[in-house]
């Protein structure tokens, strides 16, 4: 997998990673010192026994010469580490030197490097065991008060060989904890940011166009909720995308056919010279063409209009009078048709489009009254129920197959029956209908009832 | 040649029929797919032009009625112009496919090109003795000299000439030549033999009396 250099992930990790190493440099470094000084103090321990010998002996031979211990008087006359005690040293691989209280080293062992100085005596307390490091010797060494030292040295090589060991130990295993910690992280940051790679790839899908894809869900409840609040709008986006898609093929196929019309008609009529009636014959045709073109566009203009939300300026309405002024407008046409209009008007008040419901109650007046046979019955209600303002609009008539129902307020939907184009309409009516309904939140619902009644029924929010 | 146009929107079915039956076709509608099965079934036609969303049953389901018994050649002529929905009528059993908005020139050639196929002729020129006939431009010449036909004589030399060496019984030129509204019981079918004969010559259409027509 590419790690982009400013990656999230990469930057955590190199976080982590900086954070794990200092950890680990801290408790390296802390566990080399204590070995170390463990180290030390053995020696020093070691150290003390050999010290306190070459005190006694030394103290010893002061008595007998008779130095009395005092500060600074006079300088030992001789001094000479007995033979055996030089010989336990040796064979201990101990190193001791010895210094007068004027600093005269009065005697050192063989191997003891020349190099190593006395010790400051201002400092030293008088009896205590001090200790040093001096190149690879440890030192231990013991001031007496008149000024005279005695010091006792061991190498230090091993344990430093030991310690650099360890040194080395530690660096290996801390940079494999190092490295497994970095693997480790990657492994849980990979995991913790899969979410977001899901939904990168996601968006990037539907960037290409695929717009049916989804989100996996994943667990988590940050990014699950991303993730929900995500496929909620891809799914609406979606949505869109399809009813526009078949919004535009609807349209298209609706044009195709005045369009046909108008093309074979011309091209027929222009094909060679015409009585006059054929000619008036085709013009009548193509205008009636035209005519159905234009229809079909203002429709769309208006379902266009109204699902925008534009121009939606509400005001109390009262349903029963809304109804009563479309049936005085629809009165020539219930006559014609001898359609038998039954009213049970009663007050019925809501906020809403007085306009917009006007032609939700003419577009479905208008279909029950076109859509019926002549002599039949049209129902015209209003009320409330359920705390909504309703109205009811019923008509006798061939009815809608039960089929069809769930699909009559579709765009361009047509019943076979109703699908006769010598009565006009588009298609749009009732689609215009539903988009109204749906602008003012309400519900419109069509259902069939026995005896090929077909009922529409609008519930308005009071 | 006779034709049947299933097509329920009126005016185009109306320029449909006038524009094929000026070029000589007997044409036959319908308005509803129901209407147009029966007739497609009850009658051989040449061709039929069939569109597919029509009222009580759709193109498809008429093809598939269609389909389990004839064998007419059959162009759909839809608005429905997807690939899937071509794919779909094809392998229903249409011969050709048509989308609308069309050009009408395009829907003769093709119509001229189903019915050349149906009867076995590849080509669009077929020549006997010193008779030539272009079924494309539907024009007969006649020892390299042009004969002026009516359409409906055309026709009758077109029917006879892609049957070629068949017998072709009266009964079979009044269904193939006349439309639904014409009265089969005239003697217009004389006439018109009589007509061409004299136009391309005696011996260019054969009778055989109580079986019909020949061109050998």
């Known amino acids: 997998m590419k790690l982009p250099p400013s990656s999230l992930r990469t930057r955590i990790l190199l976080w982590h990673g900086a954070l794990l190493a200092c950890v680990l440099a801290a408790f390296g470094f802390t566990a080399h010192r204590l070995h170390w000084n463990g180290e030390l103090v053995r020696l020093d321990r070691e150290l003390d026994e050999p010290l306190s010998l070459l005190h006694r002996s030394l103290h010893g031979q002061n008595a007998r010469e008779g130095n009395p211990p005092g500060p600074r008087s006079a300088p030992p006359v001789t001094y000479e580490m007995p033979k055996n005690l030089a010989d336990q040293f040796v064979a201990r691989g101990l190193e001791f030197s010895v210094w007068t209280r004027t600093g005269k080293n009065l005697d050192r062992s063989s191997s003891m490097p020349e190099t190593t100085a006395m010790p400051p005596i201002d400092k030293a307390v008088p009896f205590v065991v001090q200790r040093r490091s001096h190149g690879n010797m440890r030192e231990a060494y013991l001031i007496t008060p008149p000024g005279e030292c005695f010091l006792v040295a061991t190498s230090m090589v091993n344990e430093q060989r030991s310690a650099a060991r360890l040194g080395w130990w530690l660096l290996a295993l801390g940079t494999g904890i190092l490295g497994i910690g970095l693997l480790v992280d990657a492994w849980i940051l990979r995991r913790a940011i899969q979410p977001v790679e899901d939904i990168i790839s996601a968006a990037e899908r539907i960037s290409r166009g695929n717009l049916s894809t989804r989100i996996e869900s994943t667990a988590g409840a940050e990014l699950g909720r991303l993730t929900n609040v995500l496929n909620k709008t891809f799914a609406s986006l979606d949505r869109t995308f399809t009813q526009q898609s078949r919004f535009t093929a609807d349209v298209a196929h609706e044009l195709r056919t005045p369009v046909s019309v108008l093309i074979a008609e011309t091209q027929g009529i222009l094909e060679r010279e015409r009585e006059n009636d054929e000619y008036r014959e085709t013009i009548s045709t193509t205008l009636r063409s035209a005519r159905r073109m234009s229809g079909l566009i203002e429709s769309l203009l208006e379902l266009a209009q109204i699902e925008s939300g534009a121009d939606l300026s509400r005001s109390t309405c009262d349903l029963a009078s809304l109804s009563t002024e479309v049936l005085q407008s629809l009165q020539s046409t219930v006559e014609a048709r001898r359609i038998v209009l039954e009213q049970k008007l009663e007050k019925a008040s809501c906020e809403a489009n007085a306009a917009q419901i006007t032609q939700i109650i003419a577009n479905l007046l208008t279909n029950a009254i076109q859509h019926n046979e002549p002599g039949g019955h049209v129902l015209i209600e209003t009320g409330h129920s359920d705390a909504k303002a309703l109205v009811r609009i019923e008509n006798s008539g061939p009815g809608i197959p039960a089929t069809d129902l769930p699909h009559v307020f579709e765009r361009f939907y047509r019943t076979d029956t109703s699908r006769n184009r010598k009565t006009g309409g588009v298609g749009l009516g009732l689609a215009i209908c539903k988009a109204i309904a749906d602008t003012h939140g309400a519900a419109l619902e069509a259902c069939s009832l026995p005896g090929g009644i077909t009922r529409f029924t609008l519930r308005m929010a009071r | ?216």
């Open chain 2, 1 to 216: 040649m006779r034709l049947l146009i299933i097509e329920d929107e009126p005016d185009l079915l109306r320029a449909l029929s006038r524009a094929l039956r000026e070029d000589g076709y007997a044409v036959d509608t319908a308005e509803d797919g129901e209407d147009g099965c029966f007739k497609a079934l009850d009658c051989d036609y040449d061709a039929i032009v069939l569109d597919w969303m029509l009222p009580v049953m759709s193109g498809i389901e008429v093809l598939t009625a269609l389909r389990a018994k004839k064998q007419t050649p059959v162009l759909m002529l839809t608005a429905k112009t997807a690939v899937a929905h071509r794919i779909l009528g094809l392998n229903t059993g249409a011969d050709d496919y048509l989308a609308k908005p069309f050009d009408i020139n395009e829907l003769r050639a093709r119509l001229r090109a189903l019915i050349r196929r149906s009867a076995g002729q590849a080509r669009d020129q077929i020549v006997i003795g010193n008779v030539s006939v272009d079924t494309w431009s539907k024009t007969v010449t006649l020892a390299g000299e042009p004969v002026i036909l009516t359409a409906r004589e055309y026709a009758l030399v077109e029917y006879l000439v892609l049957r070629r060496g068949k017998m072709v019984s009266r009964t079979e030129l009044y269904e193939h030549l006349f439309d639904e509204n014409e009265d089969s019981l005239s003697n217009l079918l004389d006439v018109r033999v009589s007509l061409v004969r004299k136009k391309i010559g005696p011996e260019f259409i054969v009778t055989r009396r109580g079986q019909g027509y020949c061109i050998p």
